[in-house]
């Protein structure tokens, strides 16, 4: 399919009235200094930190706005999940407004939607905040990149490792409220230099019976004098874990974590024909509208992201040149129309290389993360000739020829729930 549509006003308005997540950018104050940080010296592209504290007044504002929205979707009887995240800097630091958010969001008449409170932290705070987190049943995604020495580059403001208090407030959470912590806590380990998928993956698991997510490092946004530097904290997932003890041991119990595994499961999803997102594309057959080119999120169709000094994004990934709108002291400012043109203005930049990409239907490249993206002749990341996925699709079958197991369980464990 070559044609693509460009997206509208109508269908911002859609996805607010749908939102699935709000995520508020609580401070970006933070109490440790970890060097590969989004927000660290490596990158660029991002408001100076300037330890500010999202204030509630501008919160209310973007929440009364989008409750006007909720109520035109309201239908007696039915409750739609939406999560409310909070991001930071380190979100605990500022306790006072996420309380303030969440009394403010179940003061609101009812209107159809049910609010789930998730939170990312270093855990440094955990033992003064676990009481209310618990409470209010937050999904508590933890920071922590293993052992002493994995955990080396998240340091306070003294140059300390904070592997000490992070372990014995995740024990101490762990012993107080054990059911919380089996159903709602989860880890995320970023990949570097000074640990491993395997040392990460094993610490955690040992310890906490988790599975944690392994992130290996941004490579989007990079400053240019810190390329080099960059490299060299570096470390590529795949290459972590064919140094594995018993690689293909790991590789069973990652799963779909494992990248090779991940490749062959967008294979089957989007190449096969065999997999169908809804009931009536199986009965009816598939519609074949036109979507928007490149895998770039149509604004607010996961999430909306606020910043700490208003900017309103759609992910917190994206650079914050790209915002959206802006919460002033008094008002909303998001204007959609102009924020669907300057979306459309973005995507379709990239639409020559689109229209003749082998893979425009599995595609997943955010153009906001192509670095040169000002450049109208730059290149997508992503791009893949005929020729190019004619080599991934044998290497994909034959990787499920040595792993014939993998398609049912892939089936049965994540594409049909």
Same mark, same amino acid.
């Given at each position: 399919?070559?044609? &693509?549509?460009?997206?509208?006003?109508?269908?911002?308005?859609?996805?607010?009235?749908?939102?699935?997540?709000?995520?508020?950018?609580?401070?970006?104050?933070?109490?440790?200094?970890?060097?590969?940080?989004?927000?660290?010296?490596?990158?660029? %592209?991002?408001?100076?930190?300037?330890?500010?504290?999202?204030?509630?007044?501008?919160?209310?504002? !973007?929440?009364?706005?989008?409750?006007?929205?909720?109520?035109?979707?309201?239908?007696?009887?039915?409750?739609?999940?939406?999560?409310?995240?909070?991001?930071?800097?380190?979100?605990?630091?500022?306790?006072?407004? *996420?309380?303030?958010?969440?009394?403010?969001? $179940? #003061?609101?008449?009812?209107?159809?939607?049910?609010?789930?409170?998730? /939170?990312?932290?270093?855990?440094?705070?955990?033992? @003064?905040?676990?009481?209310?987190?618990?409470?209010?049943?937050?999904?508590?995604? !933890?920071?922590?990149?293993?052992?002493?020495?994995?955990?080396?580059?998240?340091?306070?403001?003294?140059?300390?490792? #904070?592997?000490? @208090?992070?372990?014995? +407030?995740?024990?101490?959470?762990?012993?107080?409220?054990?059911?919380? &912590?089996?159903?709602?806590?989860?880890? +995320?380990?970023?990949?570097?230099?000074?640990?491993?998928? $395997?040392?990460?993956?094993?610490?955690?698991?040992? $310890? &906490? %019976?988790?599975?944690?997510?392994? #992130?290996?490092?941004?490579?989007?946004?990079?400053?240019?004098?810190?390329?080099?530097?960059?490299?060299?904290?570096?470390?590529?997932?795949?290459?972590?874990?064919?140094?594995?003890?018993?690689?293909?041991?790991? @590789?069973?119990?990652?799963?779909?974590?494992?990248?090779?595994?991940?490749?062959?499961?967008?294979?089957?999803?989007? /190449?096969?024909?065999?997999?169908?997102?809804?009931?009536?594309?199986?009965?009816?057959?598939?519609?074949?509208?036109?979507?928007?080119?490149?895998?770039?999120?149509?604004?607010?169709?996961?999430?909306?992201?606020?910043?700490?000094?208003?900017? !309103?994004?759609?992910?917190?990934? !994206?650079?914050? $040149?790209?915002?959206? %709108?802006?919460?002033?002291? @008094?008002?909303?400012?998001?204007?959609?129309?102009?924020?669907?043109?300057?979306?459309?203005?973005?995507?379709?930049?990239?639409?020559?290389?689109?229209?003749?990409?082998?893979?425009?239907? /599995?595609? /997943?490249?955010?153009?906001?993360? *192509?670095?040169?993206?000002?450049?109208?002749?730059?290149?997508?990341?992503?791009?893949?000739?005929?020729?190019?996925?004619?080599?991934?699709?044998?290497?994909?079958?034959?990787?499920?020829?040595?792993?014939?197991?993998?398609?049912?369980?892939?089936?049965?464990?994540?594409?049909?729930?």
């Amino acid at each position: 399919m070559d044609k &693509f549509r460009r997206i509208s006003l109508m269908d911002i308005e859609y996805n607010l009235m749908n939102l699935n997540q709000l995520i508020f950018e609580v401070t970006d104050a933070c109490n440790l200094r970890c060097k590969y940080c989004g927000y660290a010296d490596l990158y660029e %592209g991002y408001d100076q930190r300037e330890n500010l504290k999202f204030p509630f007044h501008k919160a209310k504002l !973007i929440i009364d706005y989008l409750y006007e929205y909720w109520k035109k979707q309201y239908c007696a009887d039915v409750n739609k999940p939406i999560s409310i995240g909070f991001y930071g800097g380190e979100p605990l630091l500022n306790v006072p407004f *996420i309380q303030q958010v969440i009394d403010y969001l $179940e #003061s609101l008449n009812p209107i159809g939607k049910k609010f789930h409170y998730n /939170m990312t932290t270093n855990a440094m705070l955990l033992d @003064k905040y676990m009481d209310f987190l618990v409470e209010k049943e937050f999904r508590l995604l !933890i920071s922590l990149d293993g052992d002493e020495k994995g955990q080396s580059y998240r340091i306070d403001a003294k140059g300390q490792n #904070s592997f000490n @208090k992070v372990f014995t +407030n995740i024990q101490l959470l762990r012993s107080k409220y054990p059911a919380y &912590f089996d159903h709602l806590v989860m880890f +995320n380990s970023v990949l570097h230099n000074r640990n491993g998928v $395997e040392s990460a993956y094993r610490f955690i698991k040992d $310890e &906490f %019976g988790k599975e944690p997510a392994i #992130s290996p490092l941004n490579n989007s946004g990079i400053r240019k004098d810190k390329v080099k530097e960059f490299y060299q904290t570096y470390q590529n997932m795949s290459e972590s874990i064919k140094k594995a003890t018993n690689c293909e041991a790991l @590789k069973k119990e990652l799963f779909i974590k494992e990248p090779e595994t991940s490749a062959l499961l967008n294979y089957i999803h989007y /190449m096969t024909g065999n997999v169908f997102d809804n009931c009536n594309d199986l009965i009816l057959g598939r519609t074949g509208i036109p979507n928007p080119p490149s895998g770039t999120c149509p604004p607010f169709s996961k999430k909306m992201f606020i910043t700490v000094k208003g900017r !309103i994004l759609q992910c917190e990934k !994206i650079n914050h $040149e790209f915002a959206l %709108g802006q919460i002033t002291d @008094k008002k909303v400012e998001l204007d959609l129309e102009q924020a669907a043109q300057q979306h459309n203005e973005y995507i379709f930049q990239y639409i020559n290389q689109c229209k003749t990409c082998a893979v425009k239907q /599995m595609c /997943m490249q955010c153009v906001y993360q *192509i670095d040169d993206i000002h450049d109208k002749t730059s290149k997508c990341n992503s791009y893949c000739s005929t020729k190019q996925h004619e080599k991934h699709k044998e290497y994909c079958l034959d990787y499920l020829d040595k792993h014939p197991e993998l398609y049912n369980k892939i089936l049965k464990n994540v594409v049909v729930r």
